[in-house]
Every structure is written in structure tokens, then in C-alpha cells.
């Protein structure tokens, strides 16, 4: 079978790897040089910790398999298994953390509440003032700003894999895809990944999709120089991830409220070292369109705040600065929108802040529903 994958994001990639996986040749089309979405403005993380349980956390710890996998496969796609902790410091934090890891699919997610000693012992740098912290050993990350390329020379190297970046597709018919240099792609059938991306083409193709747009902004430091042994979150991630929900989150919230510019952005702190020794940080979360066109420093001045306190000591100067969006299903217990459009095409979308940890296992699942 001739497949042809359009969006050379990490969600259109991972369906590329399945379809070579399977013995399919592959076609893959970019509209950009080199894609420039949400994957590559991402942590990299794999990120099973808040996962809610049932369906997403199985998607999450089967995707998490399939990194390993690939990782041993491609290694210069970085994968580590470095885990996560969830730094706490209030009681209330603590009582969330306590019982995440008392419920019953804590074992699967690795989950194990740790004093501030256990902390330091398994992350040294985090010297700041804390309580404890929830430990995640299932949490891992991949260098996401490399990752797609690293993949893609490994699928090229099967003889039945073509990388055609600078596309953009313009129609779907019962034999492929016109792009919009006038060009006619012949294929079996059609992977429709674009990301953020709902107008033109998707759009005519399927116009009601249950699926909205997130925009948020991220940084990168300068090198720390001591290594961060695990990625790290503070206490805000327990309210914006389903799996801590609760009593004791709803609690926290109702004695705990979140800093003005923490509340007015949606935030929380996610922190993990890149191979360069420096610091990704996030994130911010705006729902309403339009969004903004400029950034605001507040957020980072937040961020930079937190990540300083659980470090216990000043973060490195930010080099870099960006915003990134994602299409989010409508249905917090919808992991990923697929329609089939025309005769032989899927539009699959919408999977969040859960696409660079889930897009192995959505396109896995894609591949099984689809009997590639």
C-alpha cells in the first residue's frame, strides 16, 4: 500500500513510522521547509504523570513503550528515561501528591511520594525550600527541536520513504492529493496530520470539527551548570492535569489560589534540561480566539520566580522566547479527533498537550483501526 502522510509534524511522522513499520511505501508532505508547529515548540516530554486514568493513561504508557523502542532505534532523537517529580510546597500540595500515590494505577504510573531528602537525593539541584515531591519513573522526554529529523533519516534509510517538505496540499480525490505546486500524488490512502492547522483544506474537508486551538508561550535558559536529573513540575500542575482531580485538589484550590498572572494565564511550571545543559520552561494557556500576536513578560517573570525558588538559586538568563499553539478535542475524554473525509482520507487531530507523549500510540491505533 502507498500511503501519503500530510503534516510532518510529530503526530504525521509517528503515522509515517507505522506505515513503514508495516511494509507500506510512504509519501510525506510538509507545507513548510521543515515543520515549525507545535511539536518543535514543546518540553519533549513524555508525560504520564496527571494522565487520566482509563483510556488516556494507557494510550500515554503504550506511547511511552514505543519511545523507548524508538529511542533504542534512533538515538539521536534523545531519548532518556529520566522521570519527573512534582515539587510541593504546602501541605496541600503535599495532601494531592499523598493521594496520587496511594490510588490504585499509582504502580503503573510509577508514582512515589518522596521527603525533601529522597528528593535531593534523586535531583541534587533542586536545593531551593520544599516539602516533598511525587516521583514519576515513567516520565521520560526527547530533544524535540531534533527529534523529526532524526526520525525521518531513519525511515529514509527503509528505500520506501519520501520527504516532501514545502507542499501544501490543496485537494483530496479517490487517487491522492494535488499540492499547490500543481502536482498529482498518487496513493492508497491519506493521513491528514496538520496540527494547528483547521482552515483550507480541512476545513472543506470537515468542517465541524469538536476540536479548539491552544495558544501558549515557553523559554529556553542558558546552561545550568549542574545537571537536572528529572523533569520537574511545581505544584500548579496538579490543578491543570485530570489525574490528580480530587478532594484534596479541590481543597487546595479553595485555600490555595493560584498568583494573579499564574490564574490570568492558565499556568503551571514544567522544567526539563536539554542535551546543552540548558532549561525548557513553560507554560502559559490562552482558549479565546484571536490570540495575541505579541508576547507578555509577566508570565516568564512567574516562571522564573518558581523555577529560582525550587532551585534555590537564580535561573539562567532566558536566550530564547516563543509561543506555540495545538488543537485540543472539545471532549476532555476524546484522546484524538479522527474523520474520515472522501473516499480515502482521515483527518486526525486534536490531541493537545498530550501529542509529542501520545503520538506513537495515536498513530499505532490509527494503523490498527485503519488495518494498515
Request: glycine share 10%.
Amino acid at each position: 500500500m502507498r500511503m501519503i502522510i500530510v503534516g510532518g509534524g510529530v503526530l504525521g511522522t509517528m503515522h509515517a513510522w507505522q506505515a513503514i513499520r508495516r511494509g507500506h511505501e510512504v509519501l510525506h508532505l510538509e507545507r513548510d521547509k521543515e515543520a515549525r508547529g507545535a511539536t518543535v515548540r514543546n518540553f519533549g516530554l513524555v508525560w504520564v504523570s496527571g494522565r487520566a486514568s482509563g483510556a488516556e493513561l494507557e494510550t500515554a504508557l503504550r506511547a511511552r513503550e514505543l519511545w523507548e523502542e524508538i529511542g533504542t532505534e534512533v538515538a539521536g532523537i534523545g531519548f532518556r528515561a529520566n522521570g519527573s517529580l512534582a515539587v510541593c510546597r504546602t501541605p496541600e500540595e503535599v495532601a494531592v501528591a499523598e493521594a496520587a500515590a496511594a490510588a490504585p494505577d499509582a504502580p503503573a504510573r510509577g508514582f512515589k511520594l518522596l521527603d525533601r531528602d529522597e528528593t535531593r537525593v534523586v535531583n541534587p539541584a533542586l536545593g531551593g525550600d520544599f516539602a516533598a515531591a511525587l516521583w514519576c519513573e515513567r516520565d521520560a522526554a526527547v530533544e524535540s527541536r531534533v527529534a523529526l529529523p532524526a526520525l525521518r533519516a531513519a525511515l529514509a534509510a527503509s528505500d520506501r520513504y519520501q520527504w516532501l517538505p514545502g507542499r501544501e496540499v490543496r485537494d483530496l480525490n479517490d487517487r491522492g492529493v494535488r499540492d499547490d505546486h500543481g502536482d498529482v500524488h498518487v496513493g492508497d490512502q491519506v493521513i491528514l496530520a496538520t496540527g494547528a492547522v483547521l482552515t483550507g483544506l480541512v476545513r472543506e474537508l470537515a468542517p465541524n470539527l469538536p476540536v479548539r486551538r491552544v495558544w501558549l508561550q515557553m523559554a529556553q535558559t542558558a546552561p545550568l551548570d549542574v545537571p537536572l536529573t528529572t523533569s520537574v513540575a511545581d505544584g500548579d500542575t496538579f490543578r491543570y492535569y485530570p489525574g490528580y482531580r480530587g478532594p484534596q485538589l479541590d481543597e487546595m484550590n479553595s485555600v490555595q489560589p493560584q498568583p494573579p498572572v499564574a490564574a490570568e494565564h492558565a499556568m503551571q511550571l514544567l522544567m526539563v534540561q536539554r542535551l546543552d545543559g540548558g532549561l525548557t520552561i513553560g507554560d502559559t494557556h490562552a482558549y479565546a480566539e484571536p490570540f495575541a500576536f505579541d508576547q507578555v513578560e509577566e508570565p516568564y517573570e512567574h516562571l522564573a520566580e518558581v523555577a529560582s525558588a525550587l532551585l534555590g538559586r537564580p535561573l539562567p538568563a532566558i536566550r530564547r522566547r516563543w509561543h506555540g499553539v495545538y488543537a485540543q478535542c472539545l471532549d476532555p475524554n476524546e484522546i484524538v479527533q479522527r474523520q474520515r473525509v472522501g473516499d480515502n482520507g482521515v483527518v486526525v487531530t486534536g490531541p493537545g498537550g498530550r501529542g509529542m507523549t501520545c503520538a506513537p500510540a495515536i498513530a499505532e491505533q490509527t494503523a490498527k483501526e485503519l488495518n494498515w
